[in-house]
């Protein structure tokens, strides 16, 4: 189950099940297909990580600067051959990581957002269930747009307010 949740407001604005052999990153395009409106930011974990992803999102809105995107590189990640001509929102998150080191990174870009995601996918699986009730694909899909619009219907009338004391 891949998520797209509205950072302001909690609610899933996008949702796509796939079978495990599906990639993660192949889902962005599907899940930008369901947001409406301009998009902001996109968070999102490593999985997510690489150019396609990065191409999709600013695809996304062609005719506007593209959304900020906060996607962890890759260990292994390796600047792109324009990075010193014209580098991309990834080759910068790279060149921070190497100088400044991850937590730095993290506190910088405000990753520690993401966990607003995994906030949402808890709530589901709290509030709905752990596991799919349907046995096939098209209907476990419907079965998540309809859980996941009983969670925004909730969320809409009694949002919990967090308060942090220190």
Known sequence: ??????????????????????????????????????????????????????????????????????????????????????????????RLIQKQGGSAWRKVTGYGRRSLVETAIGRYKALIGPRLRARTLANQQGEIALGSELLNRMIRVAKPVSIRIS
């Open 1 to 94: 189950m891949h998520l797209a949740v509205d950072a302001e407001t909690g609610e899933i604005v996008a949702s796509v099940l796939t079978s495990h052999e599906a990639g993660d990153a192949g889902q962005v395009p599907v899940l930008l297909e369901q947001v409406e409106g301009e998009i902001a930011s996109v968070l999102a974990d490593g999985a997510y990580d690489g150019e396609p992803v990065y191409q999709a999102i600013a695809m996304r809105q062609p005719n506007k600067p593209p959304p900020a995107i906060i996607i962890p590189p890759r260990r292994s990640a390796i600047l792109s051959a324009q990075a010193d001509t014209d580098p991309s929102q990834r080759d910068e998150h790279i």
